[in-house]
C-alpha cells in the first residue's frame, strides 16, 4: 500500500503564503495523479491543484496565479506553494496520489489532511 505524509499547514496572515508538501512511501511503479484537494468548513472536498500524467495541471480558478503546484518524480513527492492567502483558502488540505502498486494495482491514496487557516 501507499501512505501519504503531509506537512507544511498551520496558521497564516492574510496576504501570507505557506508551502504544503506530500511525500508518498511504498512501491509505486506509476503515478497517474498526483495534487491536492481541500475542504472548507462545513463544504465538501474540492480539488485544488493536480499534475496528470507527469505534465497536465488542473488548478482551480480560484487560487489561479496565487498558488503552484510542483513535484519531485524520482521521490514520488508532491508540493503547493501557497501566496497571497485569503480567508476562504482555509481548510483542510489533503494530498491525494492516483498511482499503480505492484500487487495490488492502480489505487487512490489520500493523506491524512494537514489545516491551513488564513485569518484576516
Known amino acids: 500500500q501507499v501512505r501519504l505524509v503531509e506537512s507544511g499547514g498551520g496558521p497564516v496572515q492574510a496576504g501570507g503564503s505557506l508551502r504544503l508538501s506530500c511525500a508518498a512511501s511504498g512501491r509505486i511503479t506509476l503515478t497517474y495523479t498526483m495534487g491536492w484537494y481541500r475542504q472548507p468548513p462545513g463544504k465538501e472536498r474540492e480539488l485544488v491543484a493536480v499534475i496528470k500524467s507527469g505534465k497536465f495541471r488542473n488548478i482551480t480558478d480560484s487560487v489561479k496565479g496565487r498558488f503552484v503546484i510542483s513535484t519531485n518524480n524520482a521521490q514520488n513527492a508532491v508540493y503547493l506553494q501557497m501566496n497571497s492567502l485569503k480567508p476562504e483558502d482555509t481548510g483542510v488540505y489533503y494530498c491525494?496520489?492516483?498511482?499503480?502498486?505492484?500487487?495490488?494495482?492502480?489505487?487512490?491514496?489520500w493523506g491524512q489532511g494537514t489545516q491551513v487557516t488564513v485569518s484576516s
Open positions: 491525494y496520489f492516483d498511482a499503480y502498486i505492484p500487487g495490488v494495482g492502480r489505487r487512490d491514496s
